[in-house]
């Protein structure tokens, strides 16, 4: 069974309010004042560690719900690395599917600081056996066979309704049915 850690980089959804989001994250922490600027830092945070996908599902939908992205990562993975005031208005690029209890300020623990190492990408997952494209990204470059030249000269079509398919009938010989007359129902 995979289990995971969750970081909150401060990143919110597209067409978020921050403010709305920035009260949203400090009811999710139960934090108020300065902490809530630190938790926008742009730092990885860690909110849990080793927790199943299905926990991982339901944070992921906590944060969604007040407009705040997490980074869900393997657990003994690399925290994601941190991000750019700029990047943190965008969607992050992973995040798994699958939602507990709320996250609280004891569950927050400061995240060392990590260079993109190589076989990670930016947003912290491993690169390799699935990698996702960038929506509307072109992914066969390989150029399309030439259409087929296909001579359909000498075919014509019936007017509508004027065939039958008599002609596709089968007709099946007659099976007697068998005497089942000595059959009887028992109640039981």
Excluded at 16 to 33: H, I, M, S
Excluded at 162 to 176: M, N
């Amino acid at each position: 069974m995979h289990s995971f850690d969750i970081y909150f980089l401060g990143e919110l959804l597209p067409d978020t309010d921050p403010e709305d989001a920035r009260r949203g994250v400090a009811r999710l922490f139960k934090v108020q004042g300065n902490a809530v600027e630190r938790l926008f830092s742009g730092k990885p945070l860690r909110v849990k560690q080793a927790v199943d996908a299905e926990t991982a599902s339901r944070y992921r939908s906590l944060f969604r719900d007040v407009g705040a992205l997490i980074q869900i990562v393997p657990n003994g993975a690399p925290p994601p690395a941190e991000k750019a005031p700029e990047a943190r208005q965008r969607p992050a690029t992973v995040e798994p599917k699958s939602n507990p209890g709320r996250p609280s300020a004891d569950g927050v623990e400061q995240a060392e600081r990590s260079k993109p190492q190589p076989g990670l990408s930016e947003a912290g997952a491993v690169v390799g056996a699935a990698d996702l494209a960038e929506p509307g990204s072109i992914l066969d470059h390989t150029q399309p066979p030439p259409p087929a030249n296909i001579d359909t000269g000498s075919l014509e079509a019936l007017p509508p309704n004027s065939g039958t398919l008599e002609d596709c009938r089968v007709d099946k010989p007659h099976r007697p049915i068998p005497d089942i007359s000595h059959l009887k129902l028992v109640d039981d």
